[in-house]
């Protein structure tokens, strides 16, 4: 390994566990929708402010994060996101003794603009450490990891926080003040495996705060220096990838958030059985599909496995939207393969060649996160007013087409672009 590889190799190892970290609160966001509208007796909307306020904090932090890592450099902007992720674990702890659902959600969006920041720092910076001809495949690869905790955050945090507790009969049965201290302990399963895990993060901002981090440094920031937000949108594929991006993320929560619904319906299978499937069927082929994608951009071109990933994803919905039994279950779980690779390759696609302006370009494909919270509310009102979730799912289809669009031409940058 040359030299110059050997010393970006613990770099990219500790960026690299970003992704998992940051991976393994989002997918825990399932558990605590569940439990906390258990231990608050909350109704499914009130339940559902747990992703409005992750996905809040992310389009509200994006054009911050931006500016911190414009003005003090990807290292600050690691270490800032990093505190305030471990700050927000640290919350849930007051949280749970004060018993106010309201801290909660407090806890989660603090959480959310520390993982917007890093989201927002170690998606490019991975992307630029090594050779530029690979950033794509890098990116791919570093968010495998994001797609192991998608597997594993799951079953740990169902082990740890979902603890058998109290059925609703049980609480039914107590008097106020008895089932006001069985929610309270419930509640408070929460405490220790976030305070294990700020502790974590917080060790991690230590070691990155002591190694040397090379910050990256491109021609093009060296020429044309920097610009303001509103300039870097006029680069044609980066607002390309912003909408792309917008869709997938909208397709992506569509796709998983009613997938215990669809399955019970569609392939009459219990709640139980359908979030093993979820877990360890869609998680699983997520988790996969971004280590075989990474190898497949070795011959294929990342921007063509994109838009294949995408036709295949347009016809797994259709199979979804028209089919009866288990395989609309393996639709599901195939639409989890050929999403992995979806969001690294629009990210990295969307920042390319924009130099110095590419930590502005990455607070705007951040922003479009927010697909996550406007289309589910769209893909719901469609299965209501048809009384048929399956009809919903032609949300998700409409979102791989724009995504197909972007692979098939929204990449490309224009040369007069690419000179400014």
């Known amino acids: 390994m040359p030299t110059?590889?050997?010393?970006?190799?613990?770099?990219?190892?500790?960026?690299?566990?970003?992704?998992?970290?940051?991976?393994?609160?989002?997918?825990?966001?399932?558990?605590?929708?569940a439990h906390l509208k258990k231990s608050f007796s909350l109704t499914t909307l009130q339940s559902s402010l747990v992703d409005s306020a992750v996905f809040i904090g992310y389009f509200l932090m994006a054009l911050p994060a931006g500016l911190i890592m414009k003005r003090f450099g990807y290292k600050i902007g690691i270490i800032t996101g990093l505190c305030l992720f471990a700050a927000g674990s640290f919350l849930f702890i007051p949280a749970a003794n004060t018993q106010q659902y309201v801290f909660f959600l407090g806890a989660l969006f603090v959480i959310a603009c520390g993982l917007t920041i890093l989201e927002t720092a170690a998606n490019p910076y991975a992307a630029s450490l090594g050779d530029p001809a690979t950033s794509t495949q890098r990116l791919n690869f570093a968010q495998s990891f994001n797609g192991l905790a998608a597997t594993l955050a799951p079953i740990i945090g169902a082990k740890i926080i979902l603890t058998k507790g109290f059925t609703d009969q049980e609480l039914n049965a107590m008097d106020a003040t008895s089932k006001q201290l069985a929610l309270a302990s419930e509640a408070s399963s929460v405490k220790t495996p976030f305070l294990v895990l700020g502790?974590?993060?917080?060790v991690i901002a230590v070691l990155f705060a002591l190694i040397k981090l090379p910050e990256i440094h491109t021609e093009e920031e060296a020429a044309t220096g920097s610009r303001g937000i509103f300039q870097v949108w006029s680069h044609r594929h980066l607002r390309w990838a912003v909408i792309a991006q917008f869709f997938y993320v909208g397709a992506q929560v569509c796709v998983t958030s009613f997938f215990i619904l669809y399955a019970t319906k569609a392939a009459n299978v219990d709640s139980s059985t359908a979030a093993t499937y979820l877990g360890l069927?869609?998680?699983?082929?997520?988790?996969?599909?971004?280590?075989?994608?990474?190898?497949?951009?070795?011959f294929i071109q990342p921007q063509r496995l994109l838009?294949?990933?995408?036709?295949?994803?347009?016809?797994?919905?259709?199979?979804?939207?028209?089919?009866?039994?288990?395989?609309?279950i393996y639709a599901i779980i195939g639409i989890g393969f050929f999403n992995s690779i979806m969001f690294p390759t629009i990210f990295s696609l969307g920042i390319a060649g924009l130099g110095s302006e590419a930590k502005f370009g990455s607070s705007l494909?951040?922003?479009?996160?927010?697909?996550?919270?406007?289309?589910?509310?769209?893909?719901?009102r469609i299965s209501d007013a048809t009384d048929n979730i399956q009809n919903g799912y032609i949300i998700p289809l409409i979102c791989f087409v724009v995504v197909l669009a972007f692979g098939i031409s929204g990449y490309k940058i224009k040369k007069a672009e690419h000179a400014a």
Not at 8 to 28: A, D, M, R
Not at 372 to 378: D, S, T
Request: aromatic fraction near 12%; charged fraction near 5%; hydrophobic fraction near 65%.
């Open 199 to 202: 502790i974590i993060i917080i």
């Open 281 to 298: 069927g869609y998680g699983l082929a997520f988790m996969s599909g971004r280590f075989i994608g990474t190898l497949l951009m070795r």
């Open 307 to 328: 838009a294949l990933y995408a036709v295949l994803n347009i016809l797994l919905c259709a199979v979804m939207i028209l089919g009866h039994g288990m395989i609309t």
């Open 4 to 33: 110059s590889n050997r010393k970006l190799l613990v770099p990219f190892i500790l960026v690299t566990s970003l992704f998992f970290f940051w991976g393994f609160v989002i997918n825990l966001d399932p558990i605590l929708l």
């Open 365 to 380: 494909i951040i922003m479009a996160i927010a697909g996550g919270a406007i289309l589910p509310p769209v893909m719901a």
